[in-house]
């Protein structure tokens, strides 16, 4: 790829990147659209759609623009964020899933235009940027600076499962060989940076809530929390 294409791709994925802080959106419409939950709507377009993409592209060997050489042939990391934050929007109170999706969303692209800068200035930025996400979604001081740190360290985390049937079940005596349809029985596991900056820090939120109380988090988890319509009306 010549450097004009490369530049060109790592600016389309920021953008992208960028851009996944809209599924916030989903906040401004009410519970119930045409008679269905809206939550239905946000599965079905972030999480079934973007897999039925992957299967077909992983299938068809078919090359994305923007697409990071790794991801090639593994699960795209645009899946794992949309699965995340829709995970996030189902499962927790707007007050941790929409700053969590917002820091991901903007974290992540922070570290990368910022990685060529020493590390002490890479992460004091990207920490400064997700402490102020925090400020906004009117978090206190101190568990504001616990989510921004919990945020960047996540960014660090992956865990990674291989599961395969064993390559004697398909090793054919008459070819003396093992069938390629092997690989169709191989599973590899691995979790993306842009899905655990959000359920890693949304669920250290919810723990602390739990265990510490109202005291410690925004006051609208103490009631009912707002959506982001109600915020700026």
Known sequence: ?????????????????????????YYM???????????????????????????IRLKKNIRIFGLREHEQHHVASYVWFTCGAVLLIALFPQQIAA????????????????????????????????LLIFLIFMYNMILAIVAAGIILVSESVEFRIKSQLKPQLFYSR?????????????????????????????????????????????????HESPTIALMFS
């Open 1 to 25: 790829m010549a450097g004009g294409d490369l530049n060109s791709a790592v600016l389309f994925r920021r953008l992208i990147h960028l851009s996944m802080g809209l599924m916030l959106i």
């Open 29 to 55: 419409f009410p519970e119930y659209v045409f008679g269905y939950p809206t939550l239905l709507f946000l599965f079905i377009f972030f999480v079934v759609l973007p897999i039925i993409i992957e299967i």
């Open 174 to 222: 008459s070819k003396k060989r093992v069938s390629k349809y092997r690989k169709f029985f191989e599973i590899i596991f691995k979790t993306d940076d842009d899905f655990m900056m959000q359920v890693i820090p949304a669920i250290s939120l919810a723990v602390i809530y739990f265990i510490f109380g109202w005291h410690y988090m925004p006051p609208e988890l103490i």
């Open 99 to 130: 700053p969590c999706i917002l820091g991901a969303a903007i974290g992540d692209v922070v570290l990368g235009v910022t990685r060529d800068l020493r590390r002490r200035y890479t992460f004091s930025f990207t920490f400064l940027i997700l």
